[in-house]
């Protein structure tokens, strides 16, 4: 009895210890299934020449240790007579025998090259790169070739990052929260930093690491002045020291009124000698802790931030001092270009859906936010130093399910420019919905912006890339299963923008959950409709920014009672009995002007602008003609309904593949489709609720009709949302 009892014990035990708890992301390095790949594979990347004995040699060593030992489940042997070498031609001077100076000078410090070569008559896989972190980010390429059971015998590949600054950015606060975090808490223990070292700082510096992410801001941009203390500095260089070996760079977010919080100064006015001494001070103060310390992210007078406007002065005036104390040690400055009016409109200039104005005339000309960030910063382009970068985020609103591309892409001529993606789904499902991003973020990367002609894509005018994180403490990291291959995703393009969606789709299934064709070709099919998906069931045509107030979660087109007029959905969708909308055409707030004439002309005939962006710009009539023959409003009951049904077929989908994962991923995500599904019923059914209650039209009999009353829907509150901010 006892014996059974102990036997039941520890099977329990070992199926605990192999559970797929997502900790792994897509560095699971299990065996592969098939024997005369494994074969292969080993033959050739089997026995390794990796000479040298930094810091991120060694990792190099372990992670290839890991990799091939797991996924080819034999033992990887060192040695000088490897046929796998890794190494700089500083290490392994034969290296420049066979590959040309030009080539390696061209790969710079971060670039690497992989190349299969016969080297006296034998076959020869060989990593070279300048730097050791360069070869690390070889070697993850070649891990993810294995893992995704590619051939490595014909191996020419010349990688070289587009952007110099990936950079995740955390919004995580000193007590642990996570503004807009949906995955658990922060993964950053400040309490138990400096002297304890989670696995996790390793893991999450691995995984980065893998996919390109060269930098990380620990902290929220609502910033807080303690981490610019000593006790704070040193948790900082604790992590900066767990990260170096992996070429990541740590940042921080500097409040801007921290000269007068923690320096006992009476102001933080930019062009205060005293002021600009004190961030001097604390610029040297930082890099004695941390020699390599990244720079500064500043969010100034937006939402409450101060800054520089505070004491009449500019956003350049403010960059640029915080640049001057950070330039000695080559630190950048990130300055978000993320603002909009401080002056806060009261509350009686809301938008009120009853009155009898038709809102296509133009009545809101001097009043809207989309052009906030535009007019606040094109007047100061060429005025910054050149360490200071503007951060502007993919739109000119708030990372909406859809955005076109903010108009200071591309017009920005003499200021280095930084894409803002949010990875976190603040807007877009927060953890609950699988939507995969990269399908965003390419559709704004490759948008022109005519700055320059035909062809002046955005992802040309970029000097960097940074991504809001959705990591936690979760033990998946990102709550969601899929909301990993966001994470993913956003390093992939970071690296290389034109990669596809479906790409990096593919590689990630393959390295996540399964090498399985059927799997894989389905999986991928849902994760690449999936943000057109959600558009329809959220804010089809063109819709944005009417989610309930504060929390973001879940539908609020009603609200009409934020303190400012351009927090409340109705100032974004203007729904009246004649039609819906924002202009901003000339007839309206004249926004389109920011664009470049042949961007304007796209979006600004109503006949001709595409559905996609048409209530961005016109504010037309329910009866309007779509091209597809239906009046608008039948095209906004026929998307909503798409995009319920759209989440059916990814259930289904998901359904006739599921067997070929584990149970316990493949359960989570059907459970979280089922939530989806939920949700996307609710937000079809508040909006078309209200919006026919203000157009007076029913909605068509065929759809599937609201399940609750207005009412209902209205009565909701979330005062317990995850990722409410106010906390940092
Ligand atoms: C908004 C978020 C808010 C952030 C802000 C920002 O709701 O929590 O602080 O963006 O980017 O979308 O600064």
């Known amino acids: 009895m006892k014996k059974l009892l102990l036997l039941a014990v520890c099977c329990i035990a070992i199926s605990y210890c192999y559970a797929e708890d997502g900790y792994r992301l897509w560095l699971r390095y299990d065996k592969i299934s098939n024997a005369t790949i494994r074969q292969h594979y080993f033959q050739r990347l089997g026995s390794i020449h990796l000479p040298g004995n930094s810091a991120t040699i060694t990792l190099v060593k372990k992670e290839l240790t890991t990799a091939l030992s797991g996924l080819l489940a034999n033992n990887i042997q060192f040695n000088q007579q490897g046929n796998f070498i890794v190494g700089t031609p500083s290490h392994i001077p034969e290296i420049k025998r066979y590959i040309n100076n030009e080539n390696l000078l061209a790969l710079g410090s971060e670039g690497y090259m992989i190349l299969a070569k016969k080297m006296n008559g034998n076959p020869h896989i060989i990593i070279t790169a300048n730097t050791d972190v360069a070869l690390l980010y070889g070697v993850f390429n070649l891990i993810r070739l294995v893992q995704t059971n590619q051939s490595i015998d014909q191996l020419s590949i010349t990688s070289i990052p587009k952007y110099k600054n990936r950079i995740l950015n955390h919004w995580d606060n000193i007590n642990r929260s996570v503004e807009r975090g949906y995955a658990g808490i922060s993964i950053w223990d400040w309490h138990k930093l400096p002297d304890y070292i989670d696995q996790r700082y390793i893991d999450y510096a691995r995984a980065n690491a893998s996919i390109g992410i060269n930098g990380t801001v620990l902290t929220n941009v609502n910033a807080n002045a303690q981490f610019l203390t000593p006790v704070y500095l040193k948790k900082t260089a604790a992590l900066a020291d767990v990260f170096r070996p992996y070429g990541i760079k740590v940042y921080l977010t500097a409040r801007f009124s921290a000269p007068i919080e923690i320096g006992g100064l009476k102001t933080a006015d930019p062009l205060d000698a005293d002021v600009q001494q004190w961030w001097k001070n604390k610029a040297k103060e930082i890099y004695q802790y941390i020699p390599d310390f990244g720079g500064f992210l500043v969010k100034a007078n937006s939402e409450g931030q101060p800054g520089p406007q505070n004491y009449g002065r500019t956003h350049a005036d403010g960059a640029n001092m915080l640049a001057d104390a950070l330039a000695p040690f080559n630190g950048l400055v990130m300055w978000r270009a993320f603002v909009y009016d401080v002056r806060v409109q009261k509350a009686n200039e809301n938008f009120d859906s009853s009155s009898t104005v038709d809102h296509n005339a133009g009545d809101i000309a001097s009043n809207d936010r989309f052009k906030q960030a535009y007019s606040e910063f094109k007047p100061l382009d060429g005025k910054f130093r050149n360490n200071v970068i503007l951060q502007v985020k993919n739109g000119p609103i708030d990372f909406q399910p859809r955005e076109p591309f903010s108009p200071l892409f591309g017009a920005m001529k003499a200021t280095p420019l930084m894409m803002e993606f949010q990875v976190t789904q603040e807007y877009l499902g927060q953890a609950t919905h699988l939507v995969f991003l990269p399908t965003l973020y390419k559709e704004i990367l490759d948008a022109d912006t005519y700055s320059n002609g035909k062809g002046s894509f955005v992802k040309e005018q970029l000097n960097g890339i940074a991504g809001v994180a959705n990591i936690g403490n979760d033990r998946n990291w990102t709550g969601h299963p899929f909301h990993q291959s966001n994470w993913y995703g956003f390093g992939r393009l970071a690296w290389d923008p034109d990669l596809s969606s479906n790409t990096i789709a593919a590689e990630w299934i393959a390295q996540t959950f399964s090498n399985e064709a059927p799997f894989i070709s389905t999986v991928t099919q849902m994760m690449l409709s999936s943000r057109e998906t959600l558009v329809n069931y959220m804010t089809p045509l063109g819709l944005h920014h009417i989610m ?78 779509m091209r597809s023959g239906k009046t608008l409003w039948e095209e906004l009951c026929y998307r909503y309904n798409l995009g319920v049904d759209s989440v059916k077929a990814m259930q289904q989908q998901w359904n006739s593949v599921k067997k070929l994962v584990d149970e316990e991923r493949s359960n989570q995500v059907t459970m979280l489709l089922n939530i989806q599904l939920k949700e996307a019923k609710w937000w079809r059914d508040a909006c078309l609720s209200y919006f026919s209650s203000i157009a007076q039209l029913p909605i068509p009999p065929k759809y599937e009709q609201p399940e609750y009353s207005l009412e209902y829907y209205k009565s909701l509150q979330f005062p317990f949302a995850p990722g409410i901010g106010g906390h940092n």
């Open 548 to 625: 309930g107030n504060g929390h973001h979660y879940g539908p609020a087109p009603w609200s009409n009672n934020a303190p400012r007029a351009d927090w409340n959905p109705v100032y974004y969708h203007k729904a009246d009995k004649y039609g819906i909308g924002f202009n901003r055409t000339t007839s309206g707030t004249n926004a389109l002007n920011q664009y470049a004439a042949q961007v304007r002309q796209q979006w600004e005939d109503s006949n001709s602008c595409s559905d996609e962006y048409i209530l961005w710009f016109h504010h037309i009539s329910w009866n309007h003609k």
